[in-house]
């Protein structure tokens, strides 16, 4: 790769991702309507994405399935933890039984972006916004110092069937990264559990595996973006894979261990 190929991608990447932190920031910032709005859209966006990875030629279909996921993310936000996750467990089932579509990848993906959109949403009700930026920096710097390291070091591929781009180097940087920015967390901000430093890694290792399914997705339906929706990145699905991941073992959590995530 010459010194002008390796880094063509990297004006469009940042434009796109300085908009979306400025939208995202200013929904959170926001809150109430607001961020369950945003949240919705993008939810929606990607279930969009997700069933044309699947059905390609479903279109209006799609898009009216995505529409009803949107809606029900929206109502979702309103209830109780445990019964936003069968709401939106219904509407995967409902996208499922909708699309000529056979096997578990559709409505696995499906309620692993629902609970990915859950998750942001209840960790910012159940810790606030700095658990919220705390979960989001710590994706976005697994995916720069990936990025980064991957291209100035090289080396080893992490699993060349599947994600041809990613290195070992990039991959372990995306370790250490995270496990930085928890530990600036705990350092700056009282009453901050130190287990946040260890989560913030397992969630990047997280992220990195979501980035790597939804290649394998990708690969599965031959194509190189989700959509086209962002510039520089594709679609949703290709800039926040690594945050659904995240985000959904994240909602987990505190479904089943920990409502608070430390904070």
């Not at 908009?19 to 809150?31: I, K, N």
């Not at 979702?76 to 996208?95: G, K, N």
């Not at 530990?183 to 430093?197: N, R, S, T, Y």
């Not at 989560?199 to 990708?218: A, M, T, Y």
Request: proline share 4%; hydrophobic share 55%; net charge positive.
């Amino acid at each position: 790769m010459t010194g002008a190929t390796r880094w063509n991608d990297l004006a469009p990447r940042l434009t796109s991702a300085l908009v979306m932190l400025g939208v995202g920031g200013v929904a959170l910032a926001l809150g109430g309507l607001w961020l369950r709005g945003l949240l919705a859209l993008v939810c929606g966006a990607m279930i969009w994405e997700v069933i044309g990875l699947f059905a390609p030629h479903e279109g209006r279909r799609a898009l009216a399935l995505a529409a009803a996921t949107a809606v029900a993310f929206f109502v979702a936000t309103w209830l109780p933890i445990s019964a936003a996750a069968i709401v939106m467990l219904l509407a995967i089932v409902l996208i499922y039984k909708c699309l000529p579509v056979k096997g578990g990848l559709l409505p696995a993906y499906g309620a692993l972006v629902s609970a990915g959109a859950m998750g942001v949403f209840g960790l910012y009700m159940q810790s606030g916004l700095s658990a919220v930026i705390w979960l989001i920096s710590l994706v976005i710097i697994t995916d720069l110092a990936g990025y980064f390291a991957g291209r100035l070091l090289g080396g080893p591929k992490f699993w060349a069937a599947i994600s041809p781009n990613k290195t070992w180097s990039g991959t372990v940087a995306g370790w250490l990264g995270a496990g930085c920015v928890g530990g600036v967390f705990v350092w700056q901000l009282e009453g901050v559990h130190w287990g946040i430093i260890p989560l913030s890694i397992v969630l990047s290792i997280v992220s990195q595996f979501g980035d790597i399914f939804e290649s394998h997705l990708k690969r599965r339906a031959g194509v190189k973006d989700s959509s086209s929706l962002i510039p520089g990145h594709g679609g949703f699905l290709d800039r926040f894979d690594g945050m659904i991941a995240a985000a959904a073992v994240t909602f987990a959590v505190q479904i089943f261990l920990s409502p608070s995530i430390g904070f």
